[in-house]
């Protein structure tokens, strides 16, 4: 890997702090607070690193006004170091790897009704199909798939292996992750005399800007109308969007999360892993859902909600399971007993 | 895209059902019963649908006998208006889309060997290997896989970037999604001195016909013998069919649903998003286990089952939680107050 | 499909068993105890097959020394059979696939500054990209991506379709499945005030040696340092480790199960299918954990751990769940019946 030689006058113009110490001492690493040797910048957020930070070995600190002076680290000051730390993190990542090679690969396949504005890389292996529409700066990885009328937005990064299938929308500035599928479709079958009849799915998905799709997540057409993904959403590895989903800005949702068909999520919310949310529900905006919990039916005030069962030991829990299932008649007991 | 037009009677005669109005008029849209407008055509199943039915500005509506007479619209009238729009779709669909371009691109890799029927097509960096058996109308999507000695029946649709590895068979009229993966090696290791020796899988996997498999599920090759997907069973997204199951016919299976190994489901059963199902268990005919349920022990009766922990608000879960983990001795407690 | 043919002297030896029967006799199938006929080799593992051991028609059984006078097959006696069944699987593998083709298909791009050491193989559609090194005898599948940096350790096969993204490190003698996705970014991401700020992850995932990571599972690539997977650990289908998870030597995990940021998984644990774990936990060595647990919490003892609701009847389930959200209720009521 190469390495990053940065100024800290240079990062704290960047991350927007306020530089305390010598700005032309230079950092070669990003390190969390426990772990900084000499060379390193790192970051606090608040009073339960102040001891750590008392005792850091690292050239620099990105802190909050009340720490700035517990310690004699070069310090970049400002009201939120976390966002620092990654605003840091972009510009490293800047440094580290460029802004790799614009151009279409020789071995790619681009049809001639693909339009490519400036900027566009389509890296080795990748397909884009007629009348695609690629904006500025986009990048197709090796392997990607983009199909027939996709349109992605400016400054877009689709990684290596992704699937965008035919007609769906990107915005720009996101990032759609390697074994990711967009537009694959819904999971729709009419009951038919003799099996399933397949509901062919007419729609597509609509994606705004900003927005994150992980690992392997997919993200269903819808039926007849748009699966719909708006701006700001962060979504993890793992996830099943299904059709004629709607989630709104700026949800973020945790790995292996599944959501059911037709389904609504407001804004604002954040949804742990593993969570699993059945169909044609609604969720209204700023609900947090921890991880796990199986979302039966539609919230409809902001807070906090759970469910399921907290590890215990096999022998304990298999004691508690079996009375698990005779719940409903101890609870008829005990309103015999009270009465 | 492209737009569709279609007369009534043409779309009547293509889906069964008996036209009542002019024929010669024709739809521009398929829309649900709640947002259709002049121009469209849409469906009601049943009675919950009367008052939209009588407020719609649809042009055309596939109905039941039952409700002939509640609209001006152009009726299209049949026992089973679901299937008929299900219906709509793929005569929607075909005319949207066309059949595709048969032929196999410049970029694709086909072994010499490999044998491919009339109509087949294999789009761009698609690989096939060395005996396999296309047959006619297949079509291999960009970037799919097809393994060694992989057979795949006449009108089966490989999506792009789906993988089918070597000896694996699948039937006629199927499909299979973007990012699934048929064949890969069953998790079969022995506990050796040093760690896991690892169980090479030698059996493969048995598709039938008219089956459909979601966006990255995967289905592993069987150790000895095959894993078994019977005709007519179709599988959402992001499941796991592990090595030496067996899926009967006509069973439905949404995503994000896991099945251990050596499990065995009967046919005409319907499964849940985000169930798990234990290996070496048997589940019989005509089952439905609902969402997030965990499966844990053989099902012998059809019937309808569930299991999992209904949300609730985080503060009350975390009290009923704890009570959860000492439920044995509460319920002892219930035993001893009642003698 | 090709077939093997195999000397039962060939196989014990092979397999470090000792031979009693005719060594010249040839067997041509590999069966369980329940199935084998004439001319199969099968095994048995303990009493449990003592009868279908009597029963048997195959030609060859292998079993420990405890039942070796129960059979009139030739018999390969040894202490561990089922680890003789696994190497022998290797050994039928091998002859009914053999070792492959070496060598850069022509399809395939390599960068000009990537290392291939001798018997590497690097089939259609596969990129490899600049300063990957691949050591003697890698196996690349086809459209497999190998990104900038990746070093992959001797003999280890990547299987079709498979994506290690730049970087990462994977030790020899393993195997990534396909689909499967290594050191896409992890999921971080810093609260901003017009929404997510990512936080770009500078780690990679090291992954040890004789590590199998099974289809469209994904390693996360660490935020500042590594993700890692130590030598030895099997990994089946749908696993998400997100990143900066740390898994300890020979600890195998089954299909679906997810692990969220940060955590720690000791040496030799077993982990069920579609368990979900939250971040920042310790988990020690020698930790079983059943199928479906939701862990919750660290573990500190070496045991067996479990949760989750078992399935009952929807009817039945219904009525008990709606007790569970009043669990603490009832306790409470219990309680003062008591006093």
Same mark, same amino acid.
């Given at each position: ?6 100024? !800290? ?259 604002? !919310? ?13 969720? !209204? ?55």
């Amino acid at each position: 890997m190469n390495t990053v030689t940065l100024r !800290c006058d240079e990062i704290a113009t960047a991350i927007g702090a306020e530089l305390r110490g010598d700005g032309a001492t230079v950092v070669t690493a990003i390190a969390s607070i426990g772990t900084a040797k000499a060379g390193s910048i790192t970051f606090i957020t608040g009073k339960k690193f102040a001891d750590a930070l008392r005792a850091t070995e690292a050239t620099a600190v990105i802190l909050p006004e009340a720490f700035a002076d517990e310690t004699s680290a070069i310090r970049l000051v400002m009201e939120n170091p976390y966002l620092g730390y990654a605003k840091l993190t972009g510009l490293w990542s800047s440094k580290l790897y460029g802004s790799g090679v614009s151009g279409v690969h020789d071995s790619a396949i681009v049809a001639s009704t693909a339009v490519l504005e400036a900027g566009v890389s389509v890296a080795p292996q990748a397909v884009v199909e007629s009348g695609a529409r690629l904006a500025r700066n986009v990048s197709i990885g090796a392997g990607a798939y983009i199909g027939e009328g996709v349109s992605i937005g400016a400054g877009t990064v689709i990684h290596p292996g992704a699937t965008i299938l035919r007609d769906c929308t990107v915005g720009r500035d996101g990032e759609i992750h390697s074994g990711a599928v967009v537009g694959a479709d819904g999971f729709g079958f009419a009951p038919a005399p003799d099996g399933w009849e397949k509901i062919h799915q007419l729609g597509a998905v609509v994606i705004g800007d900003r927005v994150s799709i992980g690992a392997c997540t997919t993200v269903d057409r819808g039926a007849l109308e748009d699966t719909v993904i708006s701006d700001g959403v962060i979504l993890d590895n793992h996830i099943q969007v299904a059709h004629n989903v709607i989630i709104g800005q700026n949800t973020a949702i945790a790995g292996c999360t599944g959501i059911a068909g037709s389904t609504t999520i407001g804004a604002n !919310c954040r949804i742990g892993g593993a969570v699993s949310i059945v169909g044609h529900i609604a969720i !209204c905006d700023d609900v947090l859902i921890t991880a796990n919990s199986f979302v039966n039916r539609s919230v409809v005030q902001p807070g906090s909600y759970s469910s399921g069962f907290p590890l215990e030991t096999s022998a304990q829990w298999r004691k508690n399971a079996v009375r698990l299932q005779r719940l409903d008649e101890i609870s008829r007991q005990v309103g015999k007993l009270k009465s």
